[in-house]
Every structure is written in structure tokens, then in C-alpha cells.
């Protein structure tokens, strides 16, 4: 599975957009950019995923560069319960058996 | 609709104590996951099951063993716990094909003294 890079940290007043990034330079053809939170220690939450073109859903958008290196997931009006990490995964299709790799992810504070 | 239910939510236990965490979904999928989390870092893969009758190590597998039971449970056995092992415990499953995501219980938060 191709690696991922994100900021360790970001915040965001409520009511705003959230744009988190991703960088995965190393992604290959037919992997898939995955993304999902963790709210306080809970079990990992899944958002949204994508290949090449651009996804949206109630959560979020993902929106992915052409040459696939990185993406952005975007919350569109941010709240205080958005407060979590975002963990950014790419793999080939979750089908297969072996488990998710998860990094530090990005820990989003919304700000009141 | 339950999804991924893990028991207990909470356990306590000396070293040396042995124990068993219980993962059960009721949603059909063929894979299942035993994740562990430490403070401030992202899960890791114990262990995991393809398919009902198998299973596979996964990054971390040392101090634990595991038993797919039936196709609706996944259960993660610690035989002599040890303080390293003090964590939370995520369970998972997967519809195997496709993308779907992977769909997490809400974890068992195990220290051990």
C-alpha cells in the first residue's frame, strides 16, 4: 500500500470549510484514497473514498489532484462534534484480507 | 442494526491473568480485524480472518492468539497478559470485494497492572 503524509495538527473556526490534505506520491493505478475519523477514542469512522474523480457524500468531499499524488477531504461547514483524527489510507480496494494501515492522521480542533 | 460489537468495553487485569475479547457483527461480511491502539498513534493489525476457518498475523501479533468462531464472530485471546499489552482493542469487518470500507466496533480499553 502506497504511503501517505499529513499534518499532525490543523484547526478550523466552526461554521467554516475544513480542507484537510494528503499528500501519497507513491499511489498506484488502481489504489483507492480512503478517509476516516476518530472521534475521541472511539472506533474508526469511515467518510469517504475515491480512485480518480472527485467524490461527495452527506459527510464530505474528496477532492483528488489529476495525478492522483495527493488529495484534499473537505468538510464543507465545520462543528464542534467534527473535532477528531482524520486518518488518510491508500490501498487497493478494501476487499482484499489484509487489515488498513493507519498513520498518526491529522487531528482537526474545530474552534468555536 | 448492531454492526461490530465488542465485549467488554472495559477490563482490568494483573499480569500473568488471561483473558478473551469478543467481536461479533451481524452484517454478513466475510473479514475480520483485531486492531490495537497505543496513546497518540494510529491502530495496528494483530491479527485478522479472511474468511470463516482461517486466520493470518497481522503486524503485531506476538502475546496473542485468535479464533474465527462462526462467520459472525471474531474472538482475540490474550494467554499470559503482560503491562505492553495494556491498549485499546478495535475489531473490524469487511464485505470482502469491492471498496466498501471496514466498519469498527467501539473498542475494549484493557489495562494491565
Known amino acids: 500500500d502506497a504511503k501517505t503524509t499529513q499534518p499532525p495538527s490543523m484547526d478550523c473556526a466552526e461554521g467554516r470549510a475544513a480542507n484537510l490534505p494528503c499528500n501519497h506520491s507513491t499511489i498506484s493505478g488502481n489504489e483507492y484514497v480512503y478517509w476516516y475519523r476518530q472521534i475521541h477514542s472511539q472506533g474508526p469512522q469511515y467518510i469517504i473514498h475515491?480512485?480518480?474523480n472527485n467524490e461527495t457524500n452527506e459527510m464530505a468531499s474528496l477532492i483528488i489532484t489529476e495525478d492522483r499524488k495527493s488529495s484534499t477531504l473537505i468538510l464543507p461547514h465545520a462543528t464542534l462534534r467534527d473535532t477528531a483524527v482524520y486518518y488518510c489510507?491508500?490501498?487497493?480496494?478494501?476487499?482484499?484480507?489484509?487489515?488498513?494501515?493507519f498513520g498518526k492522521g491529522t487531528h482537526l480542533i474545530i474552534q468555536p | 442494526n448492531a454492526g461490530v460489537t465488542q465485549t467488554p468495553k472495559f477490563q482490568v487485569l494483573k499480569t500473568g491473568q488471561s483473558m478473551t475479547l469478543q467481536c461479533a457483527q451481524d452484517m454478513n461480511h466475510n473479514s475480520m480485524y483485531w486492531y490495537r491502539q497505543d496513546p497518540g498513534m494510529g491502530l495496528r493489525l494483530i491479527y485478522y480472518s479472511a474468511s470463516e476457518g482461517t486466520t493470518d498475523k497481522g503486524e503485531v501479533p506476538n502475546g496473542y492468539n485468535v479464533s474465527r468462531l462462526n462467520k459472525r464472530e471474531f474472538s482475540l485471546r490474550l494467554e499470559s497478559a503482560a503491562p505492553s499489552q495494556t491498549s485499546v482493542y478495535f475489531c473490524?469487518?469487511?464485505?470482502?470485494?469491492?471498496?466498501?470500507?471496514?466498519?469498527f466496533g467501539d473498542g475494549t480499553r484493557l489495562s494491565i497492572l
Open positions: 473490524a469487518s469487511i464485505r470482502t470485494g469491492g471498496t466498501q470500507p471496514q466498519h
Open positions: 489510507i491508500v490501498r487497493v480496494a478494501q476487499g482484499g484480507a489484509d487489515g488498513l494501515t
Open positions: 475515491g480512485l480518480k
